[in-house]
């Protein structure tokens, strides 16, 4: 038997290296190069709300960069135009502009540096009343779903989003506050200045959409609209959601759609393939750019519901207020020695405690002191707002 | 003496048919008084069929004898019947002063000759060039007309097939190569004939023949010594010019060792990269890409088995043991009719059969890889066995990966047995079984593994010399899972799995030297788990999730007709019908027609029975190419090819990667169609020393898959929803100039070529980029190609490879912006921007021990550097948020030349 016997040596040097790569494509949009962003939709009877920003390169830390100083108009397919006021922070606004639901309406945008943009113009799409927001409870929370239906079977293609408060308290109960004028002095805190009730909200951040299209019937039954985790705060007390719903034309649902297939993904090392969405704004002035948004006209429609605790499991919702501990600054401590510390001047003069009530011990005749704690787990308002909301309603 | 004058002038009728010789002698002895002297051992082969009236005994003599080897001499009453020279009864001019010579001596015969069985004779092993052969039932004289010539072409020394080897007749200008089985069948006129056989890496040796009737011979060819160091791509040299075929590629495993490989090791997909018309997305990828397919469009056969992952360790290492392994062939054009299935090309690995003589084995140790092979007859000259094994500790290897991947593990193996039996001179069985497997985990507790298993068996028959048959069934199987138990609670473990059971025979009929026909059927029964996901662990809470099995039945028949109008003009000509079933049981989605196929157009759904049809789909596929000589050396092909493709890789990455999915065509997917025309110029030159060609094709993809943007492809219930109908069409030129012999020998290779696809489709949803083309993953314009080799001796010898393309297409996140309530990113248009070019250069150097035959052992060094410049080529680039901000990386795997040396001995 014949035997081969290989010896393989091998050295090498090192396996695989990484390195930045940006090419120019890339940095040259943070060269001041960047595009047009246009968001919103033209309501013929209530108020249009557009939003204009610009992209900002990858490397950016800047989350958004809005665009000022643009005179925006809504034109018809009339020859009529109507102007948008800037609101700042890049929104243009108009309340009840009172057009035509038969027209079909565009968006003109004279940027600040000169250029027209204009977008295609769309007919309007109305949204059908909601029939119903209601929630079923799961396992692991609360899921939200909506209902609606078209009886002229016209809509077909929907959008939705929401908004949602809810109402949570602070770890502990204010009697007293820092008043900073003429001097440092803690005072009785006045009725309606409380801080440990508040209301925060959310607004949805994925893209809502449904279509009755395959459908014999414009009807859509139990879209789910949001999830609310059983561990969440939202429902730790009571909870309220807005749902907005929006007619769409087939363009208009296929553009979000992508748009919400497209996310925030980055494509790993096995490259998926997200791409460009093309939308329906265009630069007159430099055809050639590209312009990011999808401009869509009609009126929509909303309703609100209220979800209680009561109504949920006994679950345990998670508190940010958990950590909380309740100090006691006293003016002086340790007492009677001439070396003491001044815990109030040191602590809640400074604002690094909030006073919550006086300190006056059985058998003492004046205050000592003031309970307190951290701002965080005293003010409500750090995390929201305690002027509370016109629509909420108390169970 | 008078009376023998007489007798001699008495006229005798005679009728003899198939006649011996005891019969013949008999019969003219009655009739003349004749005394006859012959060997009966000399004469037993001869059959006399004779009818004469009123002829002396020499002219019945003359006419029985007439163009054979035999001989007759009448000196008095006697005859003498002799066989290969004369018998002469008179004495040499001046030979009185001699002594008388020895008549007796001559009476004898005295040269040895092969004497055969005449009826069902056994093969005669043609060894040495100067004998004669006598082929086929031998007659008194030879019929005008042709007979056929058939038999197999081995190696002498391990009795292994030797494949493309050519047989040829320089007279007639007839001439062919060995199919897979080293077999051959040549029609000749009958008569006397030298052919010549030629074949890769073997000594040219020639047989003479003497052709009767239809026979057999069996040649057996010596191992070419030096052929060692030569780069020998064509089996026939003139064969890139004389074939009808176009777009074939043929190398053996010798001349793929020659190419300089990254960890040393011969690759034989490496190799096929380096062909012109052949691409790769990547460098440490296994998937390639054949004129503007995809990777999944490569039917990759393995002794006839499907293999439907070639790669071991994310692709470093091809899946074919370079040990065992005996010769590839690609064909990118014209594919022949009895392979279908996929779009692109056929990639036909062949591996060696066993030495039927001796045992012989090798083994080898090396830093990555260790290997083993034995081989050797079960029986001798008839049964045959080759096993070999390959596995890898190459850990250590991972720890110098990037950071990202350096707490990771991974290893291989693969079996290869072949066992073939040659049962008699018409039935041979082959039996092959196949086995790789392949673990990994990166830096997680995720592990990752995946398996190919094959086996088949092959019976091959000879109906006779013009027909024979190869019967095949066998299983191919491929899996994967990836199963994590890091955290108890969510510990799964995901299964895919794909079963292909086949049934194939095809019929190969030489009608005659013009005229080759080729039919048969196949039938593949598919099952495919496309994904089950499974709770691993006690305390896994992980929800079961299972995609329903696929099944699926595709069947076809072909039939081919090679045919040469002319000596100069030569068709081919094939037909192949395939009918495709898709099977239950399965639960079908139905979507609203003129709307995407999106969740919310789910109409209804259809639920079928266990193997109810769901649906089919069928249509002919078409295979034609013609050949017109202008010359001896120069020649234009011209050929048209239709494809069709039922079942689809599903992956949104630009490789073959271990967990992709296959899917079959089912209602809601199309099966690929592809055509393509291609034409071709082929010159040779220096004696065929130098082949250069151009080709130009132009093909068409209908029904091409590629993916939504942020499509899911694992474990998705509705994938139909996460893919796109697009049509592709890919263009191109390749030139080819290639130096087979020589100091200096090798290839230089340049292809031009173009990919794009389109989707087009309004009511798919989505119109990637706008509706129009846009260039394809694998679309890399310019390949530019350099491999050669300098024997400055017998014992030493230098190799250079070169390679450059255009970098392939990529879509960029450009910018990021507020939308819909949450930050997005901003692409380009798909595959609007590129990586940047890749080049790399590879070098070798062989040194040899001396060259002495019979010394203990044989000593080789192959010292190289792989990417000798150090480019850090782009493998793939990807994009991460650290702290809001988004950088682009760049991945290199090879990024610093790696020197390579190996130590060969053999002993």
């Known amino acids: 038997m014949k035997k081969y016997l290989y010896i393989i040596l091998l050295f090498l040097a090192a396996l695989g290296c990484r390195k930045l790569y940006n090419p120019p494509v890339i940095t040259s949009s943070g060269n001041g190069k960047s595009y047009l962003v246009v968001e919103g939709m033209i309501s013929p009877r209530d108020s249009t709300i557009i939003r204009l920003s610009r992209t900002v390169p990858l490397s950016s830390t800047l989350g958004v960069r809005p665009e000022l100083g643009a005179s925006v108009s809504v034109i018809s397919d009339g020859g009529s135009s109507y102007v948008l006021h800037e609101t700042g922070n890049g929104y243009y606004t108009a309340f009840g502009l009172g057009l035509s639901e038969a027209g079909k309406y565009g968006l003109r945008i004279i940027t600040a540096e000169g250029k027209t943009y204009q977008s295609d113009l769309v007919p309007v799409k109305n949204s059908p009343p909601i029939d119903s927001v209601y929630y079923e409870v799961k396992t692991n929370g609360v899921q939200i779903y909506a209902d609606t239906h078209d009886p002229t079977n016209s809509t077909k293609y929907y959008r939705w989003d929401f908004n949602d408060t809810y109402i949570y308290q602070s770890a502990f109960y204010s009697f007293d506050y820092l008043s900073t004028s003429p001097f440092d002095t803690v005072l009785i805190r006045p009725r309606g200045n409380q801080v440990n009730t508040c209301w925060r909200g959310d607004q949805n951040t994925d893209i809502i959409l449904n279509s009755s299209a395959k459908l014999s019937r414009d009807i859509i039954t139990k879209n789910p609209i949001t999830f609310i985790p059983s561990t969440s705060e939202k429902i730790g007390n009571r909870y309220s959601i807005l749902v907005k719903q929006y007619g769409l034309t087939q363009d208009a649902f296929n553009y979000y759609q992508q748009l919400q297939k497209n996310t925030e993904q980055l494509g790993t090392i096995f490259d998926p393939q997200p791409s460009q969405i093309p939308g329906n704004v265009r630069c007159l002035t430099n055809p050639a750019e590209t312009v990011i948004g999808y401009i869509t006209a009609g009126n929509a429609t909303q309703a609100r519901i209220f979800i209680d605790i009561r109504n949920l499991p006994a679950w345990l919702p998670d508190n940010p207020y958990a950590g909380c501990r309740l100090d006691t600054d006293l003016f002086a401590r340790p007492e009677g020695t001439a070396d003491y510390l001044n815990e109030v001047q040191e602590y809640i003069y400074t604002g690094v405690h909030m006073p919550i009530a006086g300190y006056e011990p059985p058998g003492s005749t004046r205050v000592l002191g003031y309970t307190a704690s951290d701002p965080s787990c005293v003010d409500c308002t750090l995390r929201g707002t305690n002027e509370r909301p016109g629509f909420w309603t108390d169970q | ?907």
């Open chain 2, 1 to 907: 003496m008078v009376s023998a004058q007489d007798s001699a002038n008495k006229l005798i009728s005679v009728d003899f048919s198939q006649a011996k010789i005891e019969q013949f002698v008999s019969d003219l002895e009655s009739k003349t008084g004749y005394h006859f002297y012959y060997s009966p051992v000399q004469f037993d082969s001869l059959k006399v069929t004779l009818q004469a009236s009123n002829k002396t005994l020499g002219q019945v003599l003359d006419m029985a004898f007439a163009k054979t080897d035999f001989h007759y001499t009448i000196k008095d009453q006697f005859v003498f019947l002799t066989k290969g020279r004369r018998l002469y009864t008179d004495l040499a001019v001046g030979f009185f002063n001699a002594p008388a010579a020895n008549n007796e001596a001559e009476k004898q015969p005295t040269t040895a000759v092969d004497y055969a069985d005449e009826t069902e004779k056994k093969v005669a092993e043609a060894t040495t060039e100067n004998k004669i052969y006598e082929i086929g039932i031998k007659t008194n004289n030879i019929k005008s007309g042709t007979a056929t010539l058939a038999g197999y072409v081995r190696n002498i020394k391990t009795g292994e097939a030797i494949i493309g080897a050519s047989v040829f007749d320089p007279d007639s200008k007839v001439g062919l190569a060995t199919d897979q089985f080293g077999y051959y069948s040549l029609t000749l006129s009958r008569g006397r004939h030298t052919l010549l056989i030629r074949g890769l890496g073997m000594k040219d040796t020639r047989r003479r023949i003497i052709l009767y009737s239809d026979g057999k011979l069996n040649i057996e060819m010596q191992e070419q010594v030096t052929s060692l160091k030569e780069v020998q791509i064509s089996a026939e040299k003139v064969a890139n010019v004389r074939s009808v075929e176009m777009g074939v590629n043929k190398l053996d495993i010798k001349s793929i060792k020659q190419i300089p490989t990254a960890f040393g090791e011969a690759d034989v997909l490496k190799v096929v990269l380096t062909l012109p018309g052949v691409q790769t997305v990547g460098e440490a990828t296994t998937g390639f890409n054949v004129r503007g397919g995809s990777a999944d469009q490569n039917l990759i056969l393995l002794n006839d088995a499907t293999i439907y992952n070639p790669s071991h360790f994310f692709g470093f290492f091809s899946a074919f043991d370079p040990d065992i392994v005996k010769n590839i062939e690609l064909y990118k054009s014209t594919i022949p009719e009895k392979y279908g299935g996929r779009l692109s090309s056929v990639l036909d690995v062949t591996d060696r059969d066993g030495n039927t003589k001796k045992f012989t084995g090798s083994a080898g140790i090396g830093l990555l890889t260790s290997r083993l092979n034995i081989e050797g007859p079960i029986i001798k000259d008839k049964t045959s066995f080759i096993f070999g094994g390959r596995t890898t500790y190459s850990d250590w290897l991972l720890s110098l990966l990037p950071n990202a991947y350096k707490n990771s593990s991974a290893s291989f193996y693969d079996l290869n047995l072949g066992i073939t039996s040659q049962l008699d001179d018409k039935n041979t069985i082959y039996l092959m079984g196949y086995m790789s497997k392949d673990n990994f985990r990166l830096n997680s507790d995720t592990t990752y593994a995946y398996s190919n298993k094959n086996a088949n068996i092959k019976w091959k028959h000879n109906f006779n010399n013009k027909l024979y048959s190869v019967v095949l069934a066998g299983i191919d199987h491929y899996d994967y899972s990836i199963a994590s138990t890091e955290n108890p609670i969510d510990g799964y473990k995901l299964n895919f799995g794909i079963n292909q059971y086949n049934f194939k025979t095809d019929f190969n009929y030489y009608v005659n030297p013009k005229n080759t026909i080729d039919f048969g059927l196949s039938a593949i029964y598919y099952k495919l788990n496309p994904g089950n996901e499974q709770p691993d662990g006690a305390k896994s809470l992980v929800i079961p999730d299972v995609v329903a099995q696929e099944q699926a039945m595709e069947n076809a028949i072909y039939l081919g007709d090679k045919y040469d109008i002319t000596s100069d003009l030569s068709i081919s000509a094939g037909i192949r019908y395939s009918l495709y079933a898709y099977l239950g049981p399965q639960t079908v989605d139905h979507y609203a027609p003129n709307l995407p196929k999106e969740a919310v157009n789910v109409t209804d759904s259809t639920t079928y029975g266990k193997n109810k049809i769901i649906n089919t789909y069928s249509g002919p596929e078409l295979r034609l190419s013609a050949r017109y000589n202008i010359g001896d050396d120069m020649s234009v092909k011209a050929a048209y090819n239709s494809m069709r493709q039922y079942i689809h890789l599903v992956s949104n990455t630009t490789a073959i990667s271990p967990t992709d999915s296959y899917k079959l065509s089912d209602p809601n997917i199309k099966p690929q169609l592809g055509q393509q025309v291609s034409l071709g110029w082929y010159r040779n030159a220096k004696a065929n020393t130098i082949e250069t060609s151009i080709e130009v094709y132009y093909k068409t993809i209908a029904n091409y898959l590629d993916y939504r943007s942020g499509a899911t492809l694992l474990l998705n219930q509705h994938i139909e929803q996460d893919l796109i109908n697009t049509k592709g069409k890919a263009y191109g030129v390749e030139f080819l100039v290639r130096k087979t012999a020589g100091k200096l020998n090798g290839w230089i290779s340049y292809t031009y070529s173009r990919t794009f696809l389109r989707q087009d489709d309004p009511f798919a949803g989505e119109l990637i980029n706008g509706g129009d083309w846009y260039p394809a993953n694998y679309d890399k314009p310019h390949d530019f190609n350099f491999n050669g080799n300098y024997r400055f001796s017998h014992r030493f010898s230098v190799s250079l490879d070169v390679t450059y393309s255009t970098g392939r297409p990529i879509t960029l996140p450009i910018a990021k912006y507020e939308y819909g309530g949450s930050e997005r990113v901003f692409y380009s248009d798909r595959n609007a921007y590129r990586i940047p070019d890749y080049f790399r250069t590879d070098f070798s150097m062989n040194i040899e021990g001396n060259h002495k035959v019979h010394q203990l052992t044989h000593n080789s060094w192959s010292i190289g550097v792989y990417n000798l410049t150090g480019r850090a080529n782009a493998y793939s680039t990807f994009f991460s948020e650290q702290g809001g901000v988004i950088n682009g990386y760049q991945l290199s795997i090879f990024a610093k030349p790696i020197p390579f040396i190996n130590y060969n001995i053999r002993f």
